[in-house]
T-cell receptor, first 112, second 115 residues
């Protein structure tokens, strides 16, 4: 069974601070997705990382896929209240073709 | 450019009734996935379907749950004789044809409440 450990579970910071969310596994994934979910809505795809060591930037968000494709991180620079939400990582591939394995999620609150 | 559509958005059923959840994938997408999000838990995979075929149903409870994706029309997740433990948000996702099934786009979900 593939598992993804996501940390921290909760993060409460002030506007302007930086933060990093981690996603770790003992399994190798063919790719890893990061999603953001608002209350009452479905997850919205932020990025897909595929290659070990890959780094992708989306404005103030930086996503990294570990060299061994077992872990990933999401770094937000100068967080804003609009960044508040639930962030989810999801791994794909390996022995579970077509199926995403989700982490438990990180609830981020950015205070003005 | 419609995304994944799910209906109803909210569904209330009494114990023992049937629940039918519908999902229309994004235009051009032929892979459909169903996930369940229980209160205070993460998203859990249930089933992966292509048109007229169930590819992987390893996450689906063996009893009372079934899914289909017919040649025409939406994908249906059917829960028979619902129990209170079935109360959850059910999400459908879709991906385009081909080998790249990793990137999945999610619908807004159906929130099922069993009284």
């Amino acid at each position: 069974t593939q598992l993804l450990e996501q940390s921290p579970q909760f993060l409460s910071i002030q506007e302007g601070e930086n933060l990093t969310v981690y996603c770790n596994s003992s399994s190798v994934f063919s790719s890893l997705q990061w999603y953001r979910q608002e209350p009452g809505e479905g997850p919205v795809l932020l990025v897909t990382v595929v290659t070990g060591g890959e780094v992708k930037k989306l404005k103030r968000l930086t996503f990294q896929f570990g060299d061994a494709r077992k872990d990933s991180s999401l770094h937000i620079t100068a967080a804003q209240p609009g960044d508040t939400g639930l962030y989810l990582c999801a791994g794909a591939g390996g022995t579970s073709y077509g199926k995403l394995t989700f982490g438990q999620g990180t609830i981020l609150t950015v205070h003005p | 450019n419609a995304g994944v559509m799910q209906n109803p958005r909210h569904l209330v059923r009494r114990r023992g009734q049937e629940a039918r959840l519908r999902c229309s994938p994004m235009k051009g997408h032929s892979h459909v996935y169903w996930y369940r999000q229980l209160p205070e838990e993460g998203l859990k995979f249930m089933v992966y379907l292509q048109k007229e075929n169930i590819i992987d149903e390893s996450g689906m409870p063996k009893e009372r749950f079934s899914a289909e994706f017919p040649k025409e029309g939406p994908s249906i997740l059917r829960i028979q004789q619902v129990v209170r433990g079935d109360s959850a948000a059910y999400f459908c996702a879709s991906s385009p044809p081909g080998i790249q099934t990793d990137t999945q786009y999610f619908g807004p979900g159906t929130r099922l409440t069993v009284l």
